[in-house]
């Protein structure tokens, strides 16, 4: 739509140009408030203190609008193992400041392990079938944003995609533009905020950590060390210098240990009584349940494994009681035996 683009282009210097003349004006032309956004991610990320606060301090300098016009807004790089909240910080920051949590543009690099799989970002190569229409997994609208929000594009799990497939992206967070192969194509990530997600160094960071929590280390009280210099390690094996200096930050996620199990099993609760409030429902688990929900958790999985609990024996519980009681409003799910039952509640 050149023309709704062009009038667009027009009234945003016509703005610059009133405030140019009315003297200094500093509102921003983002229409989000950090404060808003982090108020949701804490409320459904834990154990991130760190990373949550570096997510702030971004949001703060993209409000105020005084990064360099050359380049995306930001470019991150969250690193941890599975199921800690990597993907769903970002999933979170697009329901924060688009209303919808698939408001970004998220590529699957797992999919792009071969490197001719690089055509399927840039599109294909001059005399290469499909190089005229310019194809890409990139959707446009997500990616670009609008004058008063900017793009978000999530590039999960990035260390499985082949290095052919990571070099197409060094111009893209250096310069903030895709130029594809063709030539008769761009895309803009100048308003785009760029995140990368990715397991490298954490299985051995967690290995390394095993192995001083048991036999002779462990006797001795030997430190496990620092795992950041594994992480590290791993880091420069997967990817070029040339790569990693073209990232704003790179944030380390923690393993979701004992002690954040019951802030789990309540963000799992609220997001199911959510659910429920389509059916004019209510839950509240009995203390037993919440125990044995939390009973036998792997730190391995993660925040997952909480949700597969919920999903396997909980829920099911929960929807016969729903089919039995269509006109209860409100539910206790307790234990008998080992066995999940879900009443009707009494005040």
């Known amino acids: 739509m050149p023309f709704i683009n062009e009038r667009l282009e027009a009234n945003r210097e016509t703005i610059e140009k009133n405030r140019a003349a009315s003297g200094p004006v500093r509102a921003s032309r983002f229409r989000f408030e950090p404060e808003a956004v982090m108020a949701r991610l804490r409320e459904n990320i834990v154990g991130q203190d760190e990373a949550l606060a570096a997510m702030e301090s971004m949001l703060v300098r993209v409000k105020a609008d005084i990064g360099e016009d050359s380049r995306p807004l930001a470019v991150h790089l969250f690193l ?14 697009a329901e924060a400041i688009h209303g ?69 992206l060094l111009n893209v967070l250096d310069t903030g533009r895709l130029v594809f192969p063709s030539g008769n194509r761009e895309i803009d990530f100048r308003n785009t905020l760029i995140f990368m997600t990715s397991n490298a160094g954490a299985l051995d960071a967690e290995a390394h950590e095993q192995n001083y929590q048991r036999g002779w280390r462990r006797w001795l009280r030997l430190s496990a060390g620092n795992g950041e210099a594994i992480r590290d390690t791993a880091l420069r094996r997967h990817f070029d210098p040339e790569f990693l200096n073209r990232i704003d930050q790179i944030l380390t996620f923690n393993r979701l240990t004992d002690n954040w199990l019951e802030a789990l099993l309540d963000i799992e609760l609220a997001g199911l009584n959510r659910r429920l409030s389509r059916k004019h429902a209510e839950l509240s688990l009995s203390p037993e349940l919440r125990e044995e929900l939390c009973r036998g958790y792997d730190a391995r999985y993660g925040a997952r494994e909480l949700l597969r609990a919920f999903r396997q024996r909980l829920e099911p519980a929960v929807a016969r009681a729903l089919l039995a009681y269509p006109d209860c409003r409100r539910f206790e799910a307790g234990l008998q035996g080992r066995k999940v039952t879900v009443h009707q509640y009494v005040e």
């Not at 941890?80 to 920051?93: A, D, M, Q, W």
């Open 100 to 168: 919808n949590r698939d408001g970004l543009c998220r590529i699957d690099m797992n999919t792009l392990a071969q490197e001719h799989y690089a055509a399927a970002l840039t599109g294909a190569p001059p005399g290469y079938v499909g190089s005229k229409e310019g194809h890409s997994l990139f959707d446009l609208d997500k990616v670009q944003g609008s004058f008063s929000k900017p793009g978000i594009v999530l590039f999960d799990e990035i260390e499985k995609a082949s290095k052919e497939v990571v070099r197409t």
């Open 80 to 93: 941890g193992p599975t199921g800690v909240g990597k993907t769903e910080t970002v999933r979170l920051i």
